[in-house]
């Protein structure tokens, strides 16, 4: 799993558990994950999904696991999938126990919608620790216990820790610690207090999420300013970003988050100005082609792709290679030093020719040589 040597900001030691074979807390790099949209028992669909998403860089997948049929899929999707598994459980109790007997990395439980939970506590954590099977206590404002509703008159952030923090002593008075608490809301100040809250209260590995955070770009703006204030804090183990968007998606914005703050090593970042009204080129276009046109470098490249006289040049000698454009041509940057000035027309194919050459450089330096070279395109 990607990470960095070392993190740009202290993060809060909790307890470690290991999720199949990724640990989580306990300073093990942030993970990314996210959940399959098929039916579960479409085993060919699932392993397929779950295939992109590893290819996209998730870490960790989540199952649902509704019927009988999803819980009988789960031996061959667990045994199968190339990163663990984790099964979705709501309402049925029973099917903790299959998820747990097919090899899952985890379960996902929802106390405040199983019925008959209480009861068999002891069972279920007899069985995972039998297994080496961890957990996650997910506590949600829409599926919240309803005598926590009724206590603090809603899904209030003291409601969903509350429910939290009583539902771990459930498991910890059987002397089970391998679990991690999620305390998810669609309000991000409701969801930020919650989980710093939550912190306070116990050393517990933590999982981050916006519940119900919609479309894409609202999406991806409630779980990046939601995020960006937990992580920067210190809180946080392994995050899920909740899209109305395909799952590739999701670990997308996830891996790109992570990113930002100094949580995974970069890759290919593209600096672009937003362009204004002394840009003397199409920045919107060029931007959007050498981005395409570079989507498949997984280099820590720095590209800045500049329209303006005054910020380009300084951006595009900042870089790892950068393009200061103006008067229907670009000038060429390599680490601070300009090496071309091309046509207008020949900035997007330089940028990428260019952006190829330091890509297989700097794979020769790290001595793995695995670049792959994109081609350029007119």
């Known amino acids: 799993m990607p990470t960095v040597k070392e993190p740009p900001f202290p993060r809060k030691r909790t307890r470690r ?78 099917y903790v126990f299959q998820a747990i007997e097919a090899g899952c ?73 391998d679990f991690k608490i999620s305390v998810k809301h669609h309000d991000v100040p409701t969801m930020i207090k919650a989980y710093e809250l939550l912190s306070e209260r116990g050393d517990w590995p933590l999982h981050l999420g916006v519940t119900e955070a919609g479309p894409a770009f609202q999406g991806t703006i409630k779980s990046a300013t939601a995020f960006g204030a937990l992580l920067r804090s210190g809180i946080g183990d392994t995050i899920r970003v909740s899209l109305s968007a395909p799952p590739v998606e999701e670990v997308k914005v996830g891996i790109q988050i992570l990113r930002s703050l100094g949580l995974r090593e970069r890759s290919l970042e593209i ?29 820590p490249l720095r590209v800045a792709v500049m329209g303006c006289v005054v910020n380009g040049p300084g951006e595009a000698r900042e870089a790892d290679l950068g393009v200061a454009s103006g008067n229907g041509k670009g000038q060429i940057f390599i680490r601070g030093e300009v090496v071309d000035t091309v046509p207008e027309d020949q900035i997007v194919e330089t940028l990428i020719r260019r952006a190829n050459l330091l890509a297989e450089e700097m794979g020769l330096e790290a001595g793995d040589g695995q670049v792959e070279v994109v081609p350029a395109v007119g």
């Open 105 to 177: 990395g985890a379960v996902r439980v929802n106390p405040g919608n199983i019925r008959r939970f209480d009861d068999q506590i002891e069972a279920i954590t007899k069985a995972a620790r039998d297994h080496g099977t961890s957990l996650r206590i997910g506590v949600n404002a829409g599926s919240l216990d309803r005598r926590m509703y009724q206590k603090f008159g809603g899904p209030t952030a003291e409601a969903l820790v509350e429910s939290a923090v009583w539902e771990a002593s459930l498991f910890e008075q059987y002397d089970f610690h």
């Open 271 to 299: 600096v672009s100005c937003p362009s204004c009204g002394r840009a003397q080129v199409d920045v919107y276009t060029l931007a959007e082609n050498v981005t395409e046109g570079l989507k498949d470098l997984t280099v």
């Open 17 to 94: 558990i290991m999720v199949g074979d990724v640990p989580v807390g306990g300073g093990a790099p942030v993970s990314v994950q996210s959940m399959t949209t098929t039916k579960t028992h479409d085993i060919g669909a699932t392993l397929q999904q779950i295939a992109e998403l590893t290819a996209a860089g998730c870490d960790i997948v989540r199952v649902a696991c509704p019927t009988d049929k999803d819980a009988e899929a789960l031996p061959v999707i667990a045994r199968q999938s190339t990163i663990p598994v984790i099964a979705d459980i709501h309402f049925q109790p029973r």
